[in-house]
């Protein structure tokens, strides 16, 4: 009768972990992005007047350093993304760079890259190559916004000599 009790004993424990384990393949985890309060923001990227296509723009925090991207169209026209999943940026304080080279997973390319990154498309396009953005907007860029809320279109018009700090 002992090993009769042991064994439903033994049995209620492995049901019970065996619940929890199930419980708990209900897939991955999914971020709360609701309360990161993003902001959609979108606007356009020109240099001197011309709207710059396929340029990455990215803005980041500069209190976590986390960074949202967007990519141009032929138009210059941009949204931002959060990561993969989601559009927006936090709000907060930013800096943003420009770039015709940067190569960003998942936007642009294929795999994660710095200015002038190798990938097919470059060696089929040499103008891929060059970069038509100033250094000024660049790495430790000159353009600096704050993300408020009410904040939903922000457009740069750059200028050749870097003299552009912000939006329009």
Same mark, same amino acid.
């Given at each position: 009768? +002992?090993?009769?009790?042991?064994?439903? $004993?033994?049995?209620?424990?492995?049901?019970?972990?065996?619940?929890?384990?199930?419980?708990?393949?209900?897939?991955?985890?999914?971020?709360?992005?609701?309360?990161?309060?993003?902001?959609?923001? =979108?606007?356009?990227?020109?240099?001197?007047? %011309?709207?710059?296509?396929?340029?990455?723009?990215?803005? $980041?925090?500069?209190?976590?350093?986390?960074?949202?991207?967007?990519? +141009?169209? /032929?138009?210059?026209?941009? $949204?931002?993304?959060?990561?993969?999943?989601?559009?927006?940026?936090?709000?907060?304080?930013?800096?943003?760079?420009?770039? %015709? =080279?940067?190569?960003?997973?998942?936007?642009?390319?294929?795999?994660?890259?710095?200015?002038?990154?190798?990938?097919?498309?470059? /060696? =089929?396009?040499?103008?891929?190559? %060059?970069?038509?953005?100033? /250094?000024?907007?660049?790495?430790?860029?000159?353009?600096?916004?704050?993300?408020?809320?009410? =904040? %939903?279109?922000?457009?740069?018009?750059?200028?050749?000599?870097?003299? +552009? +700090?912000?939006?329009?």
């Amino acid at each position: 009768m +002992t090993t009769c009790l042991q064994f439903s $004993r033994m049995s209620l424990a492995f049901s019970a972990v065996a619940s929890l384990l199930l419980a708990g393949c209900g897939g991955a985890p999914r971020a709360d992005y609701a309360s990161l309060g993003l902001v959609d923001v =979108t606007g356009t990227v020109k240099l001197d007047g %011309t709207p710059l296509a396929a340029t990455i723009i990215a803005f $980041r925090d500069l209190e976590s350093g986390g960074e949202a991207y967007g990519l +141009t169209d /032929e138009d210059g026209h941009y $949204r931002l993304h959060f990561d993969s999943e989601e559009y927006g940026v936090t709000p907060g304080q930013k800096q943003v760079s420009i770039s %015709t =080279t940067r190569k960003v997973l998942g936007l642009n390319s294929d795999s994660e890259g710095g200015e002038g990154g190798e990938s097919t498309e470059e /060696e =089929t396009n040499p103008l891929a190559l %060059t970069e038509l953005v100033p /250094e000024a907007y660049r790495g430790e860029s000159v353009l600096k916004v704050t993300v408020s809320p009410s =904040t %939903t279109e922000l457009n740069f018009d750059l200028a050749s000599d870097g003299s +552009t +700090t912000g939006p329009e």
